[in-house]
């Protein structure tokens, strides 16, 4: 089984300061994990995504996860938020088990996080 | 290129009616999966679609069905609407059947009165 969680529901930050965004996951299996952004009535866009590289993840506009296997985590970071970041962030786990994935992605509850002037 | 193109955008219906919800993957995507998110809530894993088979089901009862054309294009039918069933279903493709990162739609947002 697999799952995921985001320790917070809200997160607020003033503009020019950085943004963590945290995750944590469980899996049975070598996990292949990532990040969503949604904008208001908009669809998910991929920011970032680790799949057994590299485990520090470089994404669009600026954003950066580290996986920790010790610590199942895949926390998102910025170092100076702008006001264009404000939208909702979704983690998400997959898994590949004996090389085989059916595609399934679990999403966290979300994170929204609300940037100020 | 296009992305993934979803139709209609926005759906009244009334209980008890029908739906069909329509999804167009990016070229060259072979694999479309469906995911249905309730107000307040992360997606929820409906369907995947890979080379026009069902790969996976999440957990939703037999009103829920899909299925993939030869195009890769792919239709999500839902009978008997509940209120509950009021959600945003988004489509994504992927160029394969492992998970290389999907691409979503835009969304139908339902709503059931």
């Known amino acids: 089984a697999q799952s995921v969680t985001q320790l917070d529901s809200h997160v607020s930050v003033s503009e020019g300061t950085p943004v963590l965004l945290r995750c944590n996951y469980s899996?049975?299996?070598?996990?292949?994990l990532f990040w969503y952004v949604q904008h208001p009535n908009k669809g998910l866009q991929l920011l970032l995504k680790?799949?057994?590289?590299?485990?520090l993840v470089k994404g669009i506009n600026g954003f950066e996860a580290e996986f920790k296997k010790s610590e199942t985590s895949f926390h998102l970071t910025k170092p100076s938020a702008h006001m264009s970041d404000a939208a909702e962030y979704f983690c998400?786990?997959?898994?590949?088990?004996?090389?085989?994935?059916?595609?399934?992605?679990?999403f966290g509850q979300g994170t929204i996080l609300t940037v100020h002037p | 290129d296009a992305g993934v193109t979803q139709s209609p955008t926005h759906l009244i219906k009334t209980r008890g009616q029908h739906v069909t919800l329509r999804c167009s993957p990016i070229?060259?995507?072979?694999?479309v999966s469906w995911y249905q998110q309730v107000l307040g809530q992360g997606p929820q894993f409906i369907f995947q679609?890979?080379?026009?088979?069902?790969?996976g089901r999440g957990n939703f009862p037999d009103r829920f069905s899909a299925r993939q054309f030869p195009n890769y294009s792919s239709e999500l039918n839902v009978n008997a609407l509940l209120l509950g069933d009021s959600a945003l279903y988004l489509c994504?493709?992927?160029?394969?059947?492992?998970?290389?990162?999907?691409?979503f739609g835009s969304g139908t947002r339902l709503t059931v009165v």
């Open positions: 994504a493709s992927s160029p394969r059947d492992r998970t290389y990162g999907y691409t």
């Open positions: 679609y890979y080379e026009k088979e069902e790969r």
């Open positions: 998400v786990v997959s898994f590949n088990a004996g090389g085989t994935s059916y595609g399934k992605l679990t």
């Open positions: 070229s060259g995507h072979k694999s």
């Open positions: 680790y799949t057994s590289a590299a485990t």
């Open positions: 899996s049975s299996y070598s996990p292949s």
